[in-house]
């Protein structure tokens, strides 16, 4: 599922694999044997790729056919937490 998610995520940005290569620091080799399910990403890149694609790892890994992280009902302390740590993860 991570296969497709990464391959159709990348073509709705009109990204080349070259292109999202280079985004993430790797040769666009890496990024073809994700997509042809040769290999996976490791944990580290598969937050860099919600991170980029602006969705969840659930999402990515075909858990959930949600794209972002289901926030109602917390405190509004508990959301500040998540938004804090979403943009120290996006530096």
């Keep these: 599922m991570i296969a497709e998610r990464i391959r159709e995520l990348r073509e709705e940005r009109k990204l080349s694999q070259t292109e999202l290569a280079k985004k993430l620091g790797l040769t666009r080799g890496g990024v073809n044997s994700w997509e042809s399910s040769t290999s996976l990403p490791s944990i580290r890149y598969l937050v860099e790729l919600a991170k980029f694609f602006n969705c969840a790892t659930d999402y990515m890994l ?3 056919e949600r794209t972002s992280i289901e926030i109602t009902g917390l405190k509004k302390s508990d959301i500040a937490l ?5 943009d120290r993860l996006r530096n």
């Design 82 to 86: 998540i938004s804090d740590i979403a």
């Design 62 to 64: 075909g858990l959930s």
